[in-house]
Each structure stands twice: as structure tokens, then as C-alpha cells.
């Protein structure tokens, strides 16, 4: 079968009777948190976020994440005392007699110490306006079907997917997936990201002590 990189939303939809439903009440619950971040993690984010808005048409994708996303994600810090972040790491399953995902991810947050384990959370990086050629939601879709089909217990997937300076923020729950609409990193929406990824860090916890239970 296809690598990650080469599956659209439709194609994904058919292949696993996947749903799409922009109101799932796991997603809102997900992004709809209030910040608690401090007077200086605040201002760090708005210089950030002018920088970003300065060079964003400028960067190429590996530019964008060593400038910009690297350092968001350090603020987040999603290396935990039972997961951490992981970066171009391959990841294949067989999810039908003959048939198989895989490809390597941008980002993941998974269980493990040198090799991930459990995936939870996905990242997937893409500078460029999408196009008729390219499907980052079709993409991170594929990753995040491979995790669930992977993952022994059967509990939501999070991801997102970056198109210069919009985040969209997805959801996989069994045959359902939720996207949310764009937020603009170059505002201070910047602020509601980070606290939806520091959420996720929360949900992450929840998922992991449900389990050992």
C-alpha cells in the first residue's frame, strides 16, 4: 500500500469508513480549555508570533520548525516521566490481510524510552498552502490510523497538521474524526495552541491511568 505521504482525506474516508464530524463533543472538550500560562511564557509567544508573521513566506519547512515550532514545543515540553516526543520515526502496521501504513512521522508523542511504543499524539508539518498534490489532513489521518490500529487499547488519537501559520487540531475516535477550523499563530491564538498542547499532556495522563487501572 501507500506510504503516509501520498493518501488523501478521501482516499482514507473510503479505505477505513472513516466519518467526519467537525462538532464531536471529544474534540471540543479537547480545545476548548483556558490558558494558565505565565506573564513571561506570554510574552516569549507574542515574540514568537512576530516572528513568525515577519519571515512565515520566507521560511521552507525545515526553517519553520527550527525557528518557530521547535521552540513551541519546548515551551510545551511533552518529555514526560511515561512518554516523550520523537521525531521522523518510522511506523508501519497490517491493517488487513496484504495491506499495511507506514511511513515516517514528523512528530509523535508516544510511550517508550528509545523506540516508540503507544502513540497518543501527531504532528504533522507542511510550509506550503495545500494543494491539489498534497493532503496534510489526508496524511496525519493516515499516521493517526496506523497508531489506532497499533495501540492495544483502543482510546482517542490527537494530532495537527501546520500550513505555514495555521494549526488545525484533529481527532480520531474509532470511526470518527473531527478537525478543528484554523488558528493563526501570528495572533494571539498563539496562546490558545500552546494551551491545547499542554492539554493534550493532561489528556495523555488521563489515558495512561485508565489503562494501568
Not at 471529544?26 to 506573564?39: A, F, G, N
Not at 493532561?202 to 491511568?209: A, G, K, R, S, Y
Request: net charge negative.
Amino acid at each position: 500500500m501507500k506510504p503516509f505521504s501520498q493518501w488523501t482525506v478521501e482516499e482514507i474516508e473510503q479505505e477505513f469508513c472513516l466519518q467526519d464530524d467537525r462538532d464531536y463533543q471529544l474534540l471540543q472538550e479537547w480545545i476548548t480549555v483556558s490558558p494558565s500560562l505565565s506573564d513571561d511564557e506570554i510574552s516569549l509567544l507574542r515574540r514568537l508570533s512576530q516572528k513568525l508573521l515577519t519571515y512565515v513566506h520566507d521560511w521552507n519547512e525545515e526553517e519553520l520548525k527550527m525557528y518557530f515550532i521547535a521552540f513551541l514545543l519546548d515551551l510545551v515540553d511533552f518529555y514526560q516521566p511515561h512518554y516523550r516526543p520523537f521525531l521522523e520515526r518510522e511506523l508501519s502496521v497490517e491493517y488487513a490481510k496484504g495491506k499495511k501504513l507506514w511511513g515516517k512521522t514528523d512528530f509523535l508523542v508516544a510511550t517508550g524510552k528509545q523506540t516508540p511504543k503507544k502513540p497518543f499524539f501527531f504532528l504533522h508539518e507542511y510550509k506550503k498552502q495545500a494543494d491539489t498534490s498534497n493532503d496534510p489532513l489526508g496524511q496525519l489521518l493516515a499516521e493517526m490510523v496506523a497508531a489506532q490500529t497499533a495501540n492495544i487499547n483502543t482510546h482517542p488519537i490527537y494530532g495537527a497538521y501546520i500550513i505555514g501559520r495555521h494549526w488545525y487540531f484533529v481527532l480520531l475516535d474509532g470511526q470518527i474524526y473531527a478537525e478543528s477550523l484554523a488558528y493563526d499563530a501570528t495572533k494571539n491564538e498563539i496562546i490558545e495552541i500552546v494551551t491545547i498542547l499542554r492539554h493534550t499532556k493532561t489528556l495523555i495522563d488521563l489515558l495512561i491511568q485508565s489503562t494501568n487501572n
